[in-house]
């Protein structure tokens, strides 16, 4: 059983930055890749940034240029660095990681962007 724990949501104005953390109790090599996930109220779970096990990175569109997806192999984290923060960027925010076919999620942080 793997157990990912978020971290780093918040209340941020617009233009703002944030950082969102996933903790992984298992050592992040044994996935095929992690990812962020988001939903907004009413709206469908939706990829926002990935990163397999070799690095390779991808982006939903309306994400790209803002954000960057990074791993760190040592502390199995895997971190979202989110800038120039958007109103429609308001979501619960969800941690992923896969292995194979079988996919973990972590419990959800919620990032808010308002004035």
């Known amino acids: 059983q793997v157990q990912l724990v978020e971290s780093g949501g918040g209340l941020v104005q617009p233009g703002g930055s944030l950082r969102l953390s996933c903790a992984s109790s298992?050592?992040?090599?044994?996935?095929?890749?992690m990812g962020w996930y988001r939903q907004a109220p009413g709206k469908q779970r939706e990829l926002v940034a990935t990163?397999?096990?070799?690095?390779?990175?991808d982006y939903a569109d309306s994400v790209k240029g803002r954000f960057t997806i990074s791993r760190d192999n040592a502390k199995n984290t895997v971190t979202l660095q989110m800038n120039t923060l958007k109103p429609d960027d308001t979501a619960i925010y969800y941690c992923?990681?896969?292995?194979?076919?079988?996919?973990?999620w972590g419990q959800g942080s919620q990032v808010t962007v308002s004035s």
């Open positions: 990163i397999n096990v070799g690095g390779v990175t």
């Open positions: 298992r050592n992040i090599f044994d996935f095929n890749a």
């Open positions: 992923k990681a896969r292995i194979l076919k079988y996919n973990s």
